[in-house]
């Protein structure tokens, strides 16, 4: 029995995870082409890519409280709700898309100003904040779409529109950034129109999948105009918390960007190899994560309440597993990653101390991912959750961080030491909320018989 479901976890995970690690792949490629431009030029793209983060994070986070709903009601076969909670959810990521999309062309200098007071930096980001804005729309659509073909089970049709994207991509850097093909060179504003082309075709390609031969679970405006009061105080009471609690949490990863940037941009373009690397070895926690949300949801909604815990905390072991295996790989390829980068011997190193802090806390990171992003809020536990997973950022590693940083001037290792101490106090409380069978509750919020 365990076989046959581990079989089904890691059917679901390696899509989606190979479609996270393709997506890596292309931010790795970013670094490296960028970075043979300088360290100004990657810490600038790096700069930009904080705040592109945090967006990420809020449409992943709405994905996640919408997938609590669309999984189970999948599992019922009532593909009525399901479409009114994907509504729901794409007017969510495509509202925030368009926010961030009206900061990044009107006002980029005023936002990126908050990060460094290094005029050279923050000119050079707002010229690719400006125009890799633009593709933020497509990309909000492209992520609302992938969520409803990966909850119906078809999670190789996002992973095909991704790795088309991507390949485009690269050959468009390698156009516009070095000038090729008759187009002159265009550094760093030639990154993100290769950025914009390449999400514009991914949303096409996904748009006529998803409203053509999968119509039937597709939202439309008649679903929208079903989104009631009862519907919409159930969605917020569940869902919103994780949308909070994602931009909440993004929100102060970002801000350690303030920290290592006013010690130097330097610093900021060490971060950012460093994290293309996590990035790349975390890629399966996200498959893993998303297959998770999605087999316990369906469970909860099929009335299989007594196996879910067994299974949440099975899959929370593997996640541990693939963590320390992760940490091993980090370990064994950082040096010939980091060989890969034309970059000063000062961001080589700090990225190397960074990384091989990354490794040691793989196994930890790798329980948490899969506990919050699945277990706890598949179960509907979403308040809980958004305690856990900003009370140690806020309460804990971020005032340290700026303590240590910009106010002792302790150096980057005690720095960064504060940032991963986040995931280790975050494990205890993960710990205790998911062994006390707590977080199993109904899409209305109450709860379930406990074991």
Known sequence: ??????????????????????????????????????????????????????LTLMMIGTISG????????????????????????????????????????????????????????????????????????????????????????KTTIPLAASVLAICI??????????????????????????????????????FFVVYGSNRVYAPEWKDIKLIDRVFLKSFVKIALPVTLSETLWSVGIALYGIVYYHMGYEYGAAVNIAKVLEQLMCSFFKGSGQAAAIILGRMLGENRIKEAPYYARKMGRYNMAAGALTGVAMLAFSGAFLKLYHVSEEVRNVAMMMIQYMAVIMPIKGYNWLHI???????????????IDNITVWAVSLPLAFLAGNVLNMGIKMVYLCVVLDDVIKAVFVSIRVNSNKWIKSLAGQEFPRL
């Open 66 to 153: 919408a997938t609590i709903f669309i999984s189970q009601f999948y599992g019922k076969g009532d593909y009525k709700k399901m479409r009114v909670a994907t509504a729901a959810a794409f007017i969510i990521i495509l509202g925030a898309s368009a926010i961030f999309t009206f900061f990044g062309i009107g006002i980029p200098g005023l936002i990126l100003g908050g990060f460094s007071k290094e005029a050279e930096l923050v000119g050079a980001a707002s010229e690719y904040f400006r125009i890799v804005a633009i593709s933020y729309l497509a990309a909000g659509f492209s992520q609302a779409a992938g969520m409803v073909l990966k909850n119906i089970g």
């Open 373 to 387: 992003s699945s277990t706890l809020r598949s179960g509907g536990d979403t308040k809980v959750c958004m305690f």
């Open 169 to 206: 991509k690269i050959f468009l850097n390698y156009v516009f950034i070095f000038g090729h093909f008759g187009v002159p060179a265009m550094g760093v504003a030639g990154a993100a129109i290769a950025a914009v082309i390449a999400r514009l075709m991914e949303a096409g390609l996904l």
């Open 1 to 54: 029995k365990n076989t046959i479901f581990l079989k089904q976890f890691i059917k679901l995970s390696i899509p989606i995870g190979i479609q996270s690690l393709i997506a890596s792949l292309v931010n790795t490629v970013d670094t490296l082409m960028v970075g043979r431009l300088g360290d100004l030029e990657l810490s600038a793209v790096g700069l930009v890519n904080q705040i592109y983060f945090v």
